[in-house]
């Protein structure tokens, strides 16, 4: 049998396979294969997660599957994902969710480092409005995480995967759950911890306890990785990770907005009672983080675009996130000289030209071997352009020698210890952008890479990197 909710109204409604065309792979989760679905009767498409019975029973993960099931019969709210049937054959359990082409928002971090100011204020405030709704209605998510936190085809927020969730009537609860969640001990305790290591709460990780607020400390580390562009705990190793986490220990970097600051201080507290909102969600939508934002009606309101965060630095104090706006300032005067208005301008590059000549390419790769130390990280291609940049992502940069080369190439290095770091990835859907004079991106499909010149060059860069791609690329247009 299924269950159709209806607004607040259940019925029950018979589904099987059958019901449905299976579609492509979605994504995958520890206990469950995500897959696209069409409805026969509607048409309707669906996002059907299929949890395998004999896996569940063995990974003894039958409890997760059945959690996420009550919690999302339980809820009804347009931040949290809506469950429309759960049936079961003899092999598998199915449930059936609401389905987005969007992706999560560690899709859309990744891709663009981070987020501005007006993007984080305005995720993080639906973030607050599902966490009051669900402490309302007595649930703790306990995995909240960029990954688990989808977006709909209007660009809003619906929380998924209440696998972890833990359903409670108090202010907190012991252990895992299950018949007997006390006296574990510290081995109980790991056998229990459920959540991802950057984001899991010190009083877990010290007495194996879980409150409300729990989920605020999640929403402290979401804030700062939206616009840091990584977990304030983040180690190569849960164990660094966990020790950081239990001593308060993160970096908190110079041109890091101070309001943004001050509200994940208030947030990441290691007592839970502490944190802002854990008596009253009034308070934390009070913080002047959230100033401006219009809290009711937040679900029919724009959805801002998303876009990077950048902040001033010493070499560019007015650096700005959004695309169009009145007046001249570096990027739109960058623009103009480089005519990134037509940012593929059919330009053929006398660097490739010089590639007929075949004698000459050879001997200018000679001389790059012989003078030129980074000749050993570009795989025997000849370097068209080369010179120091930042390479940042979200607030954090690294120091590296940028390479572009013929193939094509765009190499990174770290110069200081000789060593090859990576390569932005080639396609003919790259594109170079110039925000000012230091200043510019190269985005791919997958990610935007900010880079910021050591020379007032960036123009010279995206002029570069424009030819190389219309020698590439720019017959197949």
């Known amino acids: 049998m299924a269950e159709a909710k209806q607004g607040t109204e259940k019925k029950i409604v018979k589904k099987t396979p059958h019901d449905f065309i299976f579609g492509k792979f979605l994504g995958e989760g520890s206990f469950s294969t995500v897959t696209l679905a069409k409805e026969v009767s509607t048409g309707k498409e669906f996002a059907i997660k299929v949890c395998n019975k004999q896996h569940l029973i063995r990974e003894r993960k039958s409890e997760y599957a059945m959690r996420e099931k009550a919690v999302l019969t339980m809820v009804n709210h347009p931040f949290i994902i809506k469950l429309f049937y759960t049936f079961q054959d003899v092999e598998r359990l199915y449930f059936v969710l609401e389905y987005t082409s969007k992706k999560d928002l560690s899709h859309y971090l990744k891709k663009l480092s981070s987020f501005d100011l007006p993007c984080s204020r305005f995720y993080a405030a639906e973030i607050v409005e599902a966490l009051d709704y669900l402490q309302n209605v007595g649930i703790i998510h306990r995995d909240l995480k960029p990954e688990n936190i989808l977006l709909r085809e209007s660009m809003h927020i619906m929380i998924t995967d209440f696998g972890s969730a833990k359903i409670l009537k108090n202010d907190v609860v012991d252990g895992e759950g299950g018949e007997n969640p006390k006296g574990n001990g510290d081995g109980g305790r790991r056998k229990s911890f459920v959540g991802t290591a950057q984001y899991v709460t010190p009083e877990v990780l010290a007495s194996n306890k879980v ?149 000459d390419h050879q001997r200018r790769l000679q001389e790059q071997a012989v003078n030129n130390e980074f000749h050993e990280f570009v795989q025997g291609n000849l370097i068209i352009k080369q010179g120091k940049v930042l390479k940042r992502r979200g607030l954090f940069a690294r120091k590296r020698m940028l390479l572009l080369t013929e193939g094509p190439h765009l190499y990174y290095v770290d110069y200081a210890n000789k060593v090859l770091k990576g390569e932005i990835p080639w396609s003919s859907d790259l594109r170079p952008e110039a925000q000012n004079f230091r200043i510019f991106f190269v985005h791919t499909p997958n990610r935007t890479y900010y880079l910021e010149s050591r020379e007032s060059d960036a123009h010279d860069w995206v002029k570069k990197i424009n030819e190389v791609w219309q020698h590439y690329f720019g017959n197949s247009q």
């Open 211 to 359: 409150y409300f607020s729990s989920d605020l400390w999640a929403l402290g580390c979401i804030i700062y990785e939206f616009l840091a562009g990584k977990p304030p705990f983040y180690e190569k190793s849960e164990y660094k990770t966990f020790k950081r986490i239990c001593s308060l220990q993160y970096d908190i970097p110079a041109c890091l907005n101070t309001t943004a600051q001050d509200l994940v201080s208030k947030l990441l507290v290691l007592e839970p009672e502490e944190r802002l909102g854990s008596k009253d969600m009034g308070e934390l939508r009070a913080h002047p983080f959230f100033e401006g934002i219009v809290w009711e009606g937040l679900p029919e309101q724009q959805a801002p675009q998303l876009l990077p965060y950048l902040p001033a630095t010493e070499t560019n104090p007015e650096m700005w996130s959004s695309q169009s706006r009145t007046g001249l300032d570096d990027q739109r005067l960058a623009e103009i000289i480089i005519g990134n208005d037509n940012i593929h301008e059919k330009v053929i590059p006398q660097e490739q030209n010089d590639e007929v000549n075949n004698e």
